[in-house]
């Protein structure tokens, strides 16, 4: 198994087993959980990371139905994907490609 399928794996598997027992979904409380034991927030650079859970929750929620599904939790993977390539690389911000896509719901990791 390589390495980028290693890291696949752990991702869709943190998020199952934060997920409740007869969910594929994690909602508010198990999201919360899922933040605080696996995410330090000092590794990344970016706003959603200043916000607060609840507001980042919120934001991740793109269809309003009160949980985070594997696409949505997908997307936060990604947002959180390029924070860390920003901060310890100090590159991938804004102006860089891809700065101007303008399609919507694409927007939550840009400053
Ligand atoms: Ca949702």
């Known amino acids: 198994m390589g390495e980028?399928?290693?890291a696949?794996?752990?991702c869709v598997e943190i998020f199952?087993?934060?997920?409740g027992k007869d969910?594929?979904?994690?909602?508010?409380?198990e999201f919360k959980a899922m933040m605080e034991k696996e995410v330090d927030a000092s590794?990344?650079?970016?706003?959603l990371m200043r916000a607060d859970l609840t507001e980042a929750f919120d934001r991740l929620d793109?269809?309003?139905d009160e949980e985070i599904n594997i696409q949505e939790?997908?997307?936060f993977i990604s947002i959180l994907m390029k924070a860390y390539y920003r901060k310890k690389y100090n590159k991938g911000g804004k102006g860089g490609r891809g700065a101007k896509?303008?399609?919507k719901g694409e927007d939550a990791d840009e400053d």
Request: charged share 30%; proline share 0%; with cysteine.
């Open 43 to 47: 590794n990344y650079k970016g706003k």
């Open 16 to 19: 199952v087993k934060n997920c």
């Open 8 to 10: 696949i794996e752990q």
């Open 4 to 6: 980028l399928d290693q």
């Open 73 to 75: 939790y997908s997307r």
């Open 101 to 103: 896509r303008g399609g």
């Open 62 to 64: 793109k269809n309003k």
């Open 23 to 29: 969910s594929d979904c994690l909602n508010m409380s």
